[in-house]
Every structure is written in structure tokens, then in C-alpha cells.
């Protein structure tokens, strides 16, 4: 494998403990962003017309479905440990936007929630998916 696909699998080093934590924390917050994602999924591929934030101009069903993208399917992947360094950066830019952008003028307690999912997946970002994870095996049979 080449070293940039290894370092995508790569689930770093860390303690039994540590990896406990990871598993832990990958499960809840992806389980959780699974449940802002389902609801906008029946959004997307419902009847009702598409009322969704365009930050970038690329219109309100595109916007949505690249929400639904992050928080359904990326979610996933973070939950079992897939390309999981990869898979939350679409969540970090979500959380962003969503803090960011579609909250912008609100107050601080409408931010906080993008921010502290934000937070979390830099945390898996930065530490990998852990030993207990699909990406450990990858990485170890490479």
C-alpha cells in the first residue's frame, strides 16, 4: 500500500485504555450525528419543497444533501472505524457551516452544539480511530 492510503487507515497508537475511549467516543458522537442526519435525509427525499441554508451558493438541495452526506454516511464510517481520520472531515466542516454560517446571527447556546461535535471530531481527526477499529485491521494486514 502506498504510504498516503496507509496513512488513512492509520489508527494510531494507542493504549488498550485509550482505544476504549476512542471506541467510546466514535460510537456516541457518530450515533448522535446519525440523528440530525436522518431527519434531514427525510428532507431530501421527501415531497415537501427543500428549505435548507445555501451558504455556498450552490442551492438549498445540494446544501442539504452534502449535510446528509456528513452526518448519515460519514457518521457511519466514524462509528465503525472506516477511513475514519478521512470520514470526519466532511463532519468538521459540517459542524463549521452549521456554527458558523447557519448560525451565525444566533446566539452562542445555538453555536454550541456544531462547536462541541466540531471539537470532538478534530479530537478523532488528530488521535485516530483507535485499536478497536475496521481501520486497525486494514492497517495492520498493509
Known sequence: MTKIVKSIFDPGTHSNMASSGLLILRIVAGAFMLTHGNGKM??????????????FGIGAEASLALAVFA????????????????????????M?????????????????LPLLYGAIFVVILITGAGKYSIDNLIYKRS
Do not use: M
Open 42 to 55: 427525510v428532507r431530501l427525499f421527501g415531497d415537501d419543497p427543500i428549505k435548507f441554508a445555501d451558504p
Open 71 to 94: 452526518e448519515v454516511f460519514c457518521s457511519i464510517l466514524v462509528i465503525v472505524g472506516v477511513a475514519t481520520r478521512i470520514s470526519v472531515i466532511p463532519l468538521i466542516i459540517t
Open 96 to 112: 463549521l457551516v452549521a456554527a458558523f454560517i447557519a448560525h451565525a446571527g444566533d446566539p452562542f447556546g445555538s453555536k454550541e
